[in-house]
Each structure stands twice: as C-alpha cells, then as structure tokens.
C-alpha cells in the first residue's frame, strides 16, 4: 500500500479524484507541517490547481492509502519532475504522525494566490 498526501485536484470531491478512485482504499485527513499553499489560475492553465511548496505553516489535506499501481498514472498526471516532484513528507493525522508521499510545486509562482489557510478547494 502507498500513502499519498493530496492537498488539490486529488482530493474527495475535486476534479481528479476519479483517477484514484479505483485504487482507494483508506483516506484520512491530514496536514503537513513546513509547507506553504498557493492558488494557480489562468495563464493558459486547463483549469485551476494549487501549488505546495516549503515555508512557514500548515497545508491541509488527505492520506490516500493506495495500491501502489496508482502512483505512476498520478506521476503522469502530475508531470513528476516537470511541474512537480514526488517526495516524503510527514502528515499528521488523527491517528498519528504518517510517511506519505506528496507533490511539491516546481514551477513559477509568478501572478499565484497565497492561501494563508492551507486549505484549497471547491473551485469550479
Ligand atoms: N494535484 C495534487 C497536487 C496538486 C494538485 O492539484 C494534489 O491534489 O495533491
């Protein structure tokens, strides 16, 4: 099994969840310490998605627990190590602090939105 921590489109209820539906097993809410949240928009963007990146503060989101067959279709997805690069985090959850795997930010936050919250969603 792997533990994905997604804090965007791959969340319950967002837009690309659907591509991990049939891999899902578990989910928990989590949140990463060390992490800042932006929102991108525009900028000849298919639709919007927000960026994870390393700063001051808290991101919340999700622990996915997957089969592992869903990690390279969410590199792909991703574009792992073009537009974000997979590494290990550590999410706190209700049941404790977990290792997961997370997608950082690698592109330009030019024009981005910060999200004081940490929190990203229900965008259309
Ligand atoms: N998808 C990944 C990274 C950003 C995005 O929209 C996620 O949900 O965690």
Redesign the pocket.
């Known amino acids: 099994m792997e533990r ?8 319950r209820g ?1 837009r ?1 969840h659907a591509l991990v539906a049939p891999y899902l097993h578990r989910v928990l809410p989590g949140r990463v310490l060390g992490y800042r949240l932006f929102h991108l928009e525009g900028g000849g963007r298919p639709y919007p ?4 990146v390393p700063g001051e503060g808290w991101v919340e ?1 999700e622990v996915l627990f997957l089969d592992p067959e869903a990690l390279p279709l ?1 590199d792909e ?2 574009e792992e190590g073009v537009e ?1 690069r997979r590494v290990r985090v550590r999410a706190e959850t209700p049941e404790g602090p977990l290792e997961a795997w ?2 950082l ?1 690698l592109g330009d936050l030019e024009g981005a939105r910060p999200l004081p919250s940490g929190s ?1 969603g229900g965008y259309p």
């Open positions: 994905v921590f997604v804090y965007g489109t791959l969340k967002e690309n998605y927000p960026a994870m989101g969410l997805l991703e974000y997370a997608y930010y990203w």
